[in-house]
């Protein structure tokens, strides 16, 4: 809102009687960059290109996405060595912060559909040995119920042993889809290495299901983490290392909610996630002339995919260049800031140089998916990761480093359709608050920025619960203008 505009609402505001209220300020998220698509290269580049234009999304989108299936076709098997004596995974967790109605799901289906032609062609590989080893371990079974009916005690122990050597067997998988915790532990322990890409929350809300550590499988599986689970009744599960790709694609609501949540939030798991909270392009859609996404493009796409999941895997090493380039961007340029301008973030930042190595892996695999022989990472390809790390940096401040006003702003858009309101109504109709305490502030940054005026406190002297604050709504947020203004 510009100053012409102040001055013309301040005018009507006086005309209608409302001289008792400033005119609201805005509460604005501030500019962000666009995706630096053009870092990608071919083939990557050009298929998040042709596919943002098929569907109309912002280019962000399909282009984390598309790193994501990346990383999930070398999870598990590649690594990158960076610094020296330090690994990191080629897994990534990515979030794309977009509204509804913006055609997310098209652009998870595309992007994953290579994903998902490999984990059929897993299946269809193994599925005479899954077949053997059912029928064998059934067999067992069987012979091992009729030792249990007549007592023999060295059948039995002869095949419990045998069972242990042929434990059960299950079709591989490669994706999973809105889980509970303990389906995505069984999927992690039974196949290593698993991937989610889905258009909503619903993997972010794993206390729907049951309080406590249901966040484990999360944050071990960003990273090769070992998983343990042992619970009474239970048959135990285990993996020594665990690798998770997430592509989530969620609504604002959603990502403030995470970025707000206490458990969340103090134990690292919005900090694992690379974040892009692109403009929405509802509104400036085309529908007329809009390319399709050309069959040799897509193709192409598929067989990067395809070729980096059936290579044997490795270590990938920087050259001195590349190496000089990540040392200059972690210790020069970011180390120096945790303390300054990226406090209110410091969790997401101290991953954001390892964030960068495991980017530069998956450029890498992508740039040389048809000779993967090769092992050192270049300077262009760490640049490259680099640029798409800075470009990261804002988008991740948006989301996490202002948390407060994010949420100011959903309880604003209630506010909105209220002349006035108590301090309790509010909470109980925003029940993704954590507590009375977390709502506060926000009405207090509502107050200070003239959307709402707290009424004077009445003492009655009289015994009891004193009553819920009542704040008055400024008459200029019913204006549908206004509340775009500072929604």
Same mark, same amino acid.
């Given at each position: 809102?510009?100053?012409?505009?102040?001055?013309?609402?301040?005018?009507?505001?006086?005309?209608?009687?409302?001289?008792?209220?400033?005119?609201?300020?805005?509460?604005?998220?501030?500019?962000?960059?666009?995706?630096?698509?053009?870092?990608?290269?071919?083939?990557?580049?050009?298929?998040?290109?042709?596919?943002?234009?098929?569907?109309?999304?912002?280019?962000?989108?399909?282009?984390?996405?598309?790193?994501?299936?990346?990383?999930?076709?070398?999870?598990?098997?590649?690594?990158?060595?960076?610094?020296?004596?330090?690994?990191?995974?080629?897994?990534?967790?990515?979030?794309?912060?977009?509204?509804? @109605? $913006?055609?997310?799901?098209?652009?998870?289906?595309?992007?994953?559909?290579? =994903?998902?032609?490999?984990?059929?062609?897993?299946?269809?590989?193994?599925?005479?040995?899954?077949?053997?080893?059912?029928?064998?371990?059934?067999?067992?079974?069987?012979? =091992?119920?009729?030792?249990?009916?007549?007592?023999?005690?060295?059948?039995?122990?002869? =095949?419990?042993?045998?069972?242990?050597?042929?434990?059960?067997?299950?079709?591989?998988?490669?994706?999973?889809?809105?889980?509970?915790?303990?389906?995505?532990?069984?999927?992690?322990?039974?196949?290593?290495?698993? @991937?989610?890409?889905?258009?909503?929350?619903?993997?972010?809300?794993?206390?729907?299901?049951?309080?406590?550590?249901?966040?484990?499988?999360?944050?071990?599986?960003?990273? @090769?983490?070992?998983?343990?689970?042992?619970?009474?009744?239970?048959?135990?599960?285990?993996?020594?290392?665990?690798?998770?790709?997430?592509?989530?694609?969620?609504?604002?609501?959603?990502?403030?909610?995470?970025?707000?949540?206490?458990?969340?939030?103090?134990?690292?798991?919005?900090?694992?996630?690379?974040?892009?909270?692109?403009?929405?392009?509802?509104?400036?859609?085309?529908?007329? $002339?809009?390319?399709?996404?050309?069959?040799?493009?897509?193709?192409?796409?598929?067989?990067?995919?395809?070729?980096?999941?059936?290579?044997? @895997?490795?270590?990938?090493?920087?050259?001195?260049?590349?190496?000089?380039?990540?040392?200059?961007?972690?210790?020069?340029?970011?180390?120096?800031?945790?303390?300054?301008?990226?406090?209110?973030?410091?969790?997401?930042?101290?991953?954001?140089?390892?964030?960068?190595?495991?980017?530069?892996?998956?450029?890498?695999?992508?740039?040389?998916?048809?000779?993967?022989?090769?092992?050192?990472? $270049?300077?262009?390809?760490?640049?490259?990761?680099?640029?798409?790390?800075?470009?990261?940096?804002?988008?991740?401040?948006?989301?996490?480093?202002?948390?407060?006003?994010?949420?100011?702003?959903?309880?604003?858009?209630?506010?909105?359709?209220?002349?006035?309101?108590?301090?309790?109504?509010?909470?109980?109709?925003?029940?993704?608050?954590?507590?009375?305490?977390?709502?506060?502030?926000?009405?207090?940054?509502?107050?200070?920025?003239?959307?709402?005026?707290?009424?004077?406190?009445?003492?009655?002297?009289?015994?009891?619960?004193?009553?819920?604050?009542?704040?008055?709504?400024?008459?200029?947020?019913?204006?549908?203008?206004?509340?775009?203004?500072?929604?």
């Amino acid at each position: 809102m510009d100053e012409l505009q102040r001055v013309a609402m301040a005018a009507e505001m006086a005309e209608a009687g409302n001289e008792g209220w400033q005119v609201p300020l805005e509460l604005p998220v501030g500019g962000l960059p666009p995706f630096p698509v053009e870092v990608l290269g071919d083939p990557l580049g050009g298929y998040v290109d042709c596919l943002a234009e098929a569907t109309q999304t912002p280019l962000a989108l399909p282009g984390l996405a598309s790193l994501a299936a990346v990383g999930m076709a070398g999870a598990g098997r590649y690594r990158v060595e960076c610094p020296p004596g330090h690994y990191e995974p080629v897994n990534i967790y990515v979030c794309t912060v977009l509204g509804s @109605g $913006g055609r997310k799901s098209a652009v998870m289906k595309a992007v994953a559909r290579p =994903l998902v032609e490999w984990e059929r062609d897993l299946q269809r590989e193994g599925l005479l040995k899954l077949q053997q080893e059912m029928a064998h371990r059934r067999s067992i079974l069987r012979r =091992l119920t009729a030792a249990e009916s007549k007592g023999d005690i060295a059948e039995i122990n002869r =095949l419990a042993a045998d069972l242990l050597i042929h434990p059960e067997v299950f079709p591989r998988r490669r994706l999973a889809d809105d889980s509970t915790p303990e389906a995505l532990t069984t999927l992690l322990c039974r196949n290593e290495a698993m @991937g989610v890409f889905v258009s909503e929350a619903g993997i972010l809300s794993l206390d729907r299901y049951s309080k406590g550590a249901n966040y484990e499988v999360l944050l071990n599986a960003w990273d @090769g983490g070992a998983i343990r689970v042992d619970r009474e009744g239970r048959e135990p599960k285990s993996t020594d290392a665990a690798y998770l790709t997430l592509c989530l694609s969620i609504q604002p609501g959603a990502a403030v909610a995470m970025a707000t949540d206490p458990g969340k939030r103090d134990r690292g798991l919005p900090a694992r996630f690379l974040y892009a909270r692109p403009a929405s392009l509802m509104g400036r859609r085309r529908f007329r $002339g809009v390319q399709e996404m050309p069959a040799s493009v897509r193709e192409t796409y598929h067989r990067m995919i395809r070729a980096i999941a059936a290579s044997p @895997g490795g270590t990938l090493t920087l050259s001195p260049d590349a190496m000089e380039a990540w040392y200059i961007l972690a210790e020069d340029e970011t180390e120096p800031r945790l303390l300054d301008d990226f406090k209110a973030m410091q969790d997401w930042v101290g991953k954001y140089p390892g964030a960068v190595a495991r980017l530069a892996g998956i450029l890498h695999l992508a740039e040389h998916a048809d000779k993967l022989s090769r092992m050192e990472i $270049g300077v262009e390809t760490m640049a490259k990761a680099i640029e798409i790390g800075r470009y990261l940096v804002p988008h991740a401040r948006s989301v996490l480093g202002t948390p407060e006003r994010d949420a100011a702003r959903r309880v604003l858009r209630w506010v909105c359709k209220r002349d006035s309101f108590s301090e309790r109504d509010c909470f109980t109709e925003n029940r993704w608050l954590v507590g009375m305490d977390r709502l506060r502030p926000l009405l207090a940054l509502l107050d200070q920025h003239h959307w709402i005026r707290r009424r004077p406190v009445v003492r009655t002297g009289g015994a009891g619960r004193p009553p819920s604050p009542v704040y008055d709504v400024n008459p200029s947020a019913q204006n549908p203008q206004n509340q775009q203004n500072g929604v």
